[in-house]
C-alpha cells in the first residue's frame, strides 16, 4: 500500500486499496470478514475475482482513474468466494498519492444489524416506561385488593375460599407481571469478569434435569478450550436458564424423544458494527438447541420482541429480557430455524483481561 494511508486504520467498514486492475493492495479486517477469505488470498486473486458479478465495480474503479473524481453506487449484489450473496453500497475514491483507489463497503446486512439493535434497545426501553406507569398506577390497588382476599378467605365458608385464594394467585401474577415489564426498561449497568462458561452451563442442565426437562435427554458439545467469557454469572444463569425452559417446552412435544443439546464453540471473526461504525468481537458462541416443531415463520422475526410469544398461557417477555440481558454483557441473540431443530445462539465477548492484552 502506498503512501501515507495510515487512517485508513481507523475505518471499521469493509475496505480495501486496489490498483488499476484491482489486483488488492489492502484489506482491513471487516473487510477480510466479509469476504471470508485472508488479505493473502485476495492479493494472489484479485478484486475481480473475489466479487462476482464484477462489473459493476469494474465501471466504478475505471470511472475513478479516468476522472480522478470518487464515485458511488447503492445495492449493489454479488457473491463472495464463500459463496454468500452480498448487497451493499460502494464508494470509491482516489489515493492521490499513489495508482491506487480506496473502496469502502456498506454492506446492508451489517445496517440492518445496527438499526435492529437500536430497534430493540427502543422498544425494551418503551415497554420499560409503560412497567413503570403501571407500577405506580396498578401497585397500589393490587395490594388492597390482595389484601382483601386475604380478610375475605379468614372469614369464607370453605365452598369460597379457592375463590379468595384465587384472587390472590392471579393478583401476584399480574404484579410479577408488571416487574417483569418494568425491568426492561432499567438501564442497571452489569459488573462484568472473566468467567468460565461451561460452568455456568452445568448449573443450568442441573436446575433443569432436576426440574422442568426431567423427562428430556440433555446432552453437552462443548469446546474445551474455550476461553473464559466476560459475564456476570447470576445474568448468564438466567438468560440460558431462560433458553432451556424454552427449549424444555418446545422438545416436550415430542415426548420421550424429546432432545436439548448445550454446545459452545469459538468462532474466528465474528463481530458487531456498532451504531459509530465501530467493530466489537464476539467470537464465544454457546447455542441451546431442541428437536421441538419449532417457530412458525411468521413469528420468528418478532420473538424478541415483548409479549409476542406461542405458549397460551405464556407473557412472552422471557426472550425480551434475554436480549436484554445479553446486551447488557455487549453480546448478541440470535435465533436459527432448521428442519427438525430451532437453536438459540449467544455470542459473547472474550474476557481480555483473562490474557492480560488486547484481544
Not at 456498532?274 to 413469528?299: K, T, W
Request: aromatic share 6%; hydrophobic share 40%.
Amino acid at each position: 500500500m502506498s503512501g501515507d494511508l495510515s487512517y485508513l486504520e481507523t475505518i471499521h467498514l469493509p475496505l480495501l486499496v486496489v490498483g488499476t486492475e484491482g489486483d488488492v493492495r489492502y484489506a482491513n479486517a471487516a473487510a477480510q470478514d466479509l469476504f471470508s477469505v485472508s488479505l493473502k488470498f485476495m492479493k494472489r486473486n484479485g478484486l475481480f475475482e473475489i466479487i462476482k458479478p464484477s462489473l459493476t465495480i469494474k465501471s466504478l474503479i475505471e470511472k475513478v482513474f479516468k476522472t480522478g473524481l470518487g464515485v458511488s453506487a447503492g445495492d449493489v449484489s454479488f457473491i463472495t468466494p464463500a459463496v454468500q450473496e452480498i448487497v451493499a453500497d460502494i464508494s470509491v475514491g482516489k489515493n492521490w498519492q499513489s495508482d491506487e483507489c480506496v473502496i469502502i463497503l456498506w454492506p446492508r446486512s451489517h445496517a440492518a444489524e445496527v438499526m435492529e439493535r437500536k430497534s430493540a434497545k427502543e422498544k425494551d426501553k418503551s415497554f420499560g416506561q409503560i412497567g413503570r406507569a403501571l407500577a405506580h398506577e396498578v401497585k397500589n390497588p393490587l395490594a388492597g385488593i390482595r389484601g382483601a382476599a386475604q380478610l375475605l378467605m379468614l372469614d369464607a365458608p370453605n365452598s369460597q375460599k379457592p375463590l379468595a385464594k384465587l384472587i390472590i394467585e392471579e393478583t401476584d401474577r399480574v404484579h410479577r407481571l408488571i416487574d417483569r415489564v418494568e425491568s426492561l426498561g432499567s438501564d442497571d449497568e452489569v459488573p462484568l469478569r472473566a468467567l468460565n462458561i461451561h460452568s455456568i452451563i452445568d448449573r443450568v442442565i442441573q436446575l433443569a434435569q432436576n426440574g422442568f426437562a426431567s423427562g428430556l435427554n440433555i446432552s453437552r458439545e462443548y469446546d474445551v478450550s474455550l476461553p473464559p467469557v466476560l459475564g456476570e454469572p447470576d445474568r448468564l444463569t438466567q438468560i440460558f436458564l431462560n433458553l432451556a425452559k424454552n427449549a424444555a417446552e418446545a422438545a416436550n412435544e415430542k415426548g420421550s424423544a424429546g432432545r436439548i443439546i448445550f454446545s459452545t464453540r469459538y468462532r474466528h471473526g465474528q463481530k458487531i458494527i456498532n451504531g459509530d461504525n465501530s467493530s466489537l468481537s464476539l467470537p464465544i458462541e454457546i447455542s441451546v438447541a431442541d428437536n421441538g416443531y419449532g417457530i412458525a415463520a411468521e413469528l420468528r422475526n418478532q420473538v424478541f420482541d415483548p409479549f409476542v410469544t406461542t405458549k397460551s398461557e405464556g407473557s412472552g417477555l422471557g426472550l425480551s429480557l434475554v436480549r436484554k440481558m445479553v446486551a447488557a454483557h455487549g453480546g448478541v441473540v440470535e435465533l436459527e430455524c432448521q428442519p427438525g431443530k430451532t437453536i438459540f445462539k449467544v455470542r459473547l465477548m472474550v474476557a481480555q483481561e483473562a490474557f492480560g492484552e488486547e484481544i
